[in-house]
């Protein structure tokens, strides 16, 4: 899903610029590495937001189906009960 890279090396030496010795500024570029596996992209929110798009419709016609469907029930309720009483 990550269509990113992270320069570890860079970020190390940063990390090192900065003040942190070699073990731990590589340590941190390390575990910041691994951990983007889980980040979404833009491309991957675009999509999620489309598919939600795509079942909001759906829903929105479910919808409009299941209060017509009632509407044509409640009427033949009221029609056959007019007609016994």
Do not use: P
């Not at 890279?5 to 990390?15: C, E, G, I, P």
């Not at 575990?31 to 489309?50: F, P, W």
């Not at 016609?61 to 029930?73: D, F, R």
Request: cysteine-free; proline content about 0%.
């Amino acid at each position: 899903m990550n269509g990113t890279t992270f320069d570890t090396l860079s970020a190390a030496r940063d990390l090192e610029a900065a003040g942190f010795d070699r073990v731990q500024a590589e340590a941190l570029a390390a575990a910041i590495r691994s951990g983007q596996g889980d980040l979404a992209t833009k491309i991957d929110i675009a999509q999620l937001d489309s598919r939600i798009k795509q079942l909001d419709s759906r829903l929105n016609m479910l919808q409009w189906v299941v209060g017509i469907q009632s509407a044509v029930t409640l009427a033949t309720f009221a029609i056959v009960a007019a007609r016994l009483l």
